[in-house]
């Protein structure tokens, strides 16, 4: 926010003066060019760095913190895998999770849905290169997915990460957009 401040001019702090001189410096591809510097400065190892996860499934944040209970929905009903686990989906973008400085914090936030979350799918379509076995220590997990075709795409040792997985016995799916590949979980809702 500093380097931000500093760039637009709006050295008073309040929202309305950041948004004006912001959108002000939207005008020109230059000055836009000059904010992605500033972004891009902040993140040097690109913005997949700090890809985007999204975690789908039932609402385990509002069980284990109780001051968001009524503001944050993300399920209305549990699911239950045959094994008896709660079903939650946890997408982990193209996120450097080798990387601690990126991994930490993204167990930090994510570790009050890991009761929840059952399968993961694998950051950047199972590279090594974002990968760290760290991610899967959520105690539900018992799937992980690596989302490529891999006869047309390359993904660095891939593999090596599909073992790693393995032998932390959770379950491996190479799933990709060909009719062939089929992933099926049978999952119950409990009815009151």
């Not at 400065?41 to 996860?53: I, K, L, Q, T």
């Not at 709660?86 to 930490?104: C, F, N, P, V, Y």
């Not at 890991?114 to 694998?122: H, P």
């Not at 539900?140 to 040792?157: D, G, I, S």
Request: charged content about 25%; some cysteine; glycine content about 8%.
């Amino acid at each position: 926010m500093i380097d931000l401040r500093a760039a637009l001019g709006a050295r008073r702090s309040g929202k309305a003066n950041l948004k004006a001189a912001l959108l002000s410096r939207l005008s020109s591809m230059e000055k836009v060019k000059e904010l992605v510097s500033i972004y891009q400065s902040h993140f040097p190892g690109g913005h997949n760095a700090v890809s985007m996860s999204l975690y789908s499934g039932p609402d385990c944040l509002c069980r284990t913190d109780p001051r968001l209970a009524g503001r944050v929905r993300l399920a209305i009903v549990s699911t239950h895998t045959p094994t008896g686990g709660t079903m939650g989906w946890l997408s982990t973008g193209d996120a450097s999770l080798l990387q601690e400085k990126w991994r930490k914090p993204w167990r930090e936030f994510y570790e009050s849905f890991g009761d929840c979350v059952t399968i993961m799918m694998l950051p950047h379509h199972g590279s090594a290169h974002n990968f760290h076995p760290e991610i899967l220590e959520f105690a539900e997990v018992e799937y992980a997915f690596a989302r490529t075709v891999e006869a047309r795409n390359r993904v660095a040792r891939m593999r090596e990460t599909l073992g790693m997985v393995e032998g932390l016995g959770i379950r491996p799916q190479l799933v990709d957009d060909l009719r062939h590949s089929q992933f099926r979980v049978t999952c119950e809702r409990s009815i009151p």
